[in-house]
């Protein structure tokens, strides 16, 4: 049986409104680089001695803002975000996670829910470095997961281009609930192409992960329910309180020059749609897994969970001022500028990295795959699903290690579903409107226009895609990597814990 997701419950416990907190009165929280804590053997590297960080998962409170009680969260190292880790290319790294939490979850668990069935653990932890490219014993793979007092040790090759990568929880069935507790950190790759551009580095690149909370009057996390109280399950979480680096309405100080943000959405459910104040505009250089071929100048960045942007936002001009990063018109950000040095903003280089395009039509296989609303009688969204199978049905997706296959995400819903493989990089081809009642009543997929390239930002390397409403979204990648089980998934993260995420199999060459 699956959980309903019936009228929201009302809170029983007073929410803090928007309105109600000064605005940016707080500075904003910038995590620290995690540190290794030494070196370690690792079978793979015979005779080699591998940087070795140990991460802990703890309950721990913060105020959120100024004004508020402290919050009781969940976060690694005992800090929402977490420690950003930062590697280099081809330098591989041991990473140590441990469940140091509590016996009990303090958010409402829907046992209904498969994988999280009573007899289960309340608290279960498995961490996923979202866009690693990692052997899939290292993945985080959401039944792999372990209780307080374990910990697991993962292999990170870290072969891949310079990137924004996150790492946060993955256990089947409260992925949703450990997120929102907390549980999210950054992860930065570089390389020396990257660094060769001379982009902001050191303090004036700093990651900014945007989320939202409804948080309790009391300070306490209030995560939203069904009003069937043996089956909480909701089909979307959104909070009315943004969070930046888990500060609500916070203030930056910068210096009259040019940073790097690294915006990565790690709601729940909310997109982001961000802008600045004063018509100034961001200089876009990176999407989910490298850099862009050239800098994209842009008005307006839209995230959805689980994507990320490198934007560049220059300064100098405005010396003594203040700008607000925002969220539609919402101030969430506050940068204050400090006085003029009369120093030379240097020019942005005019390419940045070459792109190439996959061959599409090289493609050895060619996916269509559904995604689908399944409701009941009473019009409630009961499971969300992949090409009409649940997690636990035979793996139907096996590509071939190095072979090149396009997958055609069909989407007769209303949501625009964020869809994240794991492992790879991929490319956006294309997307098409068809006809909505042909495929509902035959499975026919008849296009109804022609179809409408990525959008410039959408052309690099992307490892999470927002597939429209009404439109079949087309990807191309290339399977590199090693053989194993990995997942793919909708990153509404209540999409994804109820079956709205499957495994499939990378077979050997």
């Not at 009990?104 to 690693?132: N, Q, S, Y």
């Not at 979307?236 to 940073?259: A, D, H, M, S, T």
């Not at 008849?446 to 009404?470: I, M, N, Q, S």
């Amino acid at each position: 049986m699956r959980s309903t997701a019936a009228t929201l419950a009302a809170p029983k416990v007073p929410l803090i409104s928007p309105t109600s907190l000064a605005r940016f009165v707080d500075p904003l929280p910038i995590p620290p680089v995690m540190r290794a804590a030494g070196q370690r053997a690792h079978p793979r590297y015979p005779g080699r001695q591998l940087p070795y960080y140990r991460v802990e998962m703890r309950a721990f409170k913060a105020r959120l803002h100024r004004d508020l009680p402290p919050t009781s969260m969940w976060g690694y190292e005992g800090a929402f975000p977490g420690p950003t880790i930062d590697v280099k290319r081809d330098e591989p790294v041991l990473v140590e996670w441990i469940n140091a939490l509590p016996e009990r979850h303090f958010l409402p668990i829907d046992h209904t829910i498969h994988g999280a069935e009573k007899g289960k653990p309340d608290v279960r932890t498995v961490t996923h470095v979202h866009g690693a490219r990692v052997p899939a014993d290292a993945d985080g793979f959401p039944e792999d997961w372990y209780t307080p007092g374990r910990s697991a040790l993962y292999h990170y090759p870290n072969g891949q281009d310079a990137a924004t990568l996150w790492y946060h929880d993955h256990a089947m069935g409260i992925t949703r609930l450990n997120v929102y507790a907390g549980l999210a950190g950054a992860y930065i790759v570089r390389d020396s192409e990257e660094q060769a551009l001379q982009l902001p580095s050191g303090g004036y690149d700093i990651p900014l992960m945007l989320c939202d909370r409804l948080v309790a009057q009391d300070g306490s996390l209030y995560y939203p329910v069904s009003d069937d109280p043996s089956a909480p399950w909701v089909m979307q979480c959104n909070g009315n309180l943004p969070l930046c680096n888990g500060k609500i309405f916070p203030y930056l100080q910068v210096e009259p020059r040019r940073y790097r943000l690294r915006l990565i959405n790690v709601a729940n459910t909310s997109f982001f749609d961000l802008s600045l104040s004063h018509d100034q505009a961001f200089q876009q250089v990176a999407s989910d897994q490298s850099l862009l071929a050239k800098p994209l100048e842009r008005a307006r960045i839209e995230l959805y969970p689980a994507e990320r942007a490198d934007v560049l936002i220059d300064f100098s001009a405005w010396a003594g001022k203040t700008i607000q990063l925002r969220h539609q018109s919402q101030g969430i950000l506050e940068f204050r500028v400090g006085a003029s040095t009369g120093s030379k903003v240097p020019a942005l280089p005019a390419t940045l990295r070459d792109v190439p395009r996959i061959d599409s039509a090289s493609a050895t296989q060619h996916r269509v795959m559904a995604l689908t609303e399944v409701d009941d009688a009473n019009g409630n969204a009961m499971t969300m699903l992949l090409d009409g199978r649940r997690w636990s049905d035979p793996i139907s997706e096996k590509p071939r290690q190095h072979s090149i296959e396009t997958w055609s995400f069909v989407n007769p819903t209303g949501d625009a579903h964020p869809i994240h493989l794991h492992l790879v990089r991929f490319q956006i081809v294309d997307r098409r409107p068809f006809d909505l009642f042909a495929w509902n009543a035959r499975r026919e997929l008849k296009f109804t226009g022609p179809a409408l390239p990525p959008e410039p930002h959408e052309c690099g390397w992307k490892d999470t895609v927002r597939t429209d409403p009404g439109m079949v979204t087309r990807i191309a990648m290339r399977f590199e990597g090693e053989p194993g089980r990995y997942v793919w998934h909708c990153h509404f993260l209540e999409h994804e814990d109820n079956e709205m995420m499957r495994p499939y199999e990378l077979l050997p060459a």
